[in-house]
């Protein structure tokens, strides 16, 4: 079965940045599409970012758009999110996860999550 | 961008009631691209249903999806103990993808 591994959350100022790294194990990785989901403590899922398997499809929620960056390393079995800009209202839970029907695919595994708080 | 809306908010219910929680999507959903997944505190979601009526592996019959369009309504005929969790809803037929705002089905 597939794994994923989240890192490099933490305690960041406003304004500043963080680059979260997805580590995956167990499954072809670059025929899976890969999502950020976010969620804080105790609120519903927000979808971040998603990317296609071969890179070719990629999108952002408005709430992140223009500040964020998804990228991935198929040699390296690894997903990225590139956080600029940060806010206080990025502060959550941020979840990998991996879609095996594509980009427009239901999400199969996800990963522990990593944890992102944003204060001053 | 497709916002989808659960309801209701906390659903309070006992053992072997039927539970009923809705998500209403504000157009149509492409493709039959509607997936729940429960969630317990502590741990990361695990999909339920998919494609609006199609069990994840593993996943009991005492679990269904049904609906089309703009809703959707997943039921849960006679509940155990270890059902109560919370429940969101996720449309992945256009981009951006969506989540609604969740399901707390407690205990009563």
């Known amino acids: 079965d597939g794994q994923l591994m989240e890192s490099g959350g933490g305690l960041v100022q406003p304004g500043r940045s963080l680059r979260l790294s997805c580590a995956a194990s167990g499954f072809t990785f670059y025929d899976y599409a890969m999502h950020w989901v976010r969620q804080i403590s105790g609120k519903g899922l927000e979808w971040v970012s998603g990317m296609s398997g071969d890179g070719g499809m990629i999108d952002y929620s408005d709430s992140v758009k223009g500040r964020f960056v998804i990228s991935r390393d198929n040699a390296k079995r690894s997903l990225y999110l590139q956080m600029d800009n940060l806010r206080p209202e990025d502060t959550a839970l941020y979840y990998c996860a991996i879609s095996s029907g594509g980009y427009f695919g239901d999400i199969d595994i996800w990963g522990p999550g990593t944890l992102v708080t944003v204060s001053s | 961008e497709v916002v989808l809306t659960q309801s209701p908010g906390t659903l309070s219910l006992s053992p072997g009631q039927r539970a009923t929680l809705s998500c209403r999507a504000s157009?149509?959903?492409?493709?039959?691209?509607l997936a729940w997944y429960q969630q317990k505190p502590g741990q990361a979601p695990r999909l339920l249903m998919y494609a609006i009526s199609s069990r994840a592996t593993g996943i009991p019959d005492r679990f269904s999806g049904t609906g089309s369009g703009t809703d959707f309504t997943l039921t849960i005929s006679s509940l155990e103990p270890q059902d109560f969790a919370m429940y969101h809803c996720?449309?992945?037929?256009?981009?951006?993808?969506?989540f609604g705002q969740g399901t707390k089905l407690e205990l009563k």
């Open positions: 996720h449309q992945y037929g256009s981009s951006p993808h969506s």
């Open positions: 157009q149509s959903i492409t493709g039959n691209s």
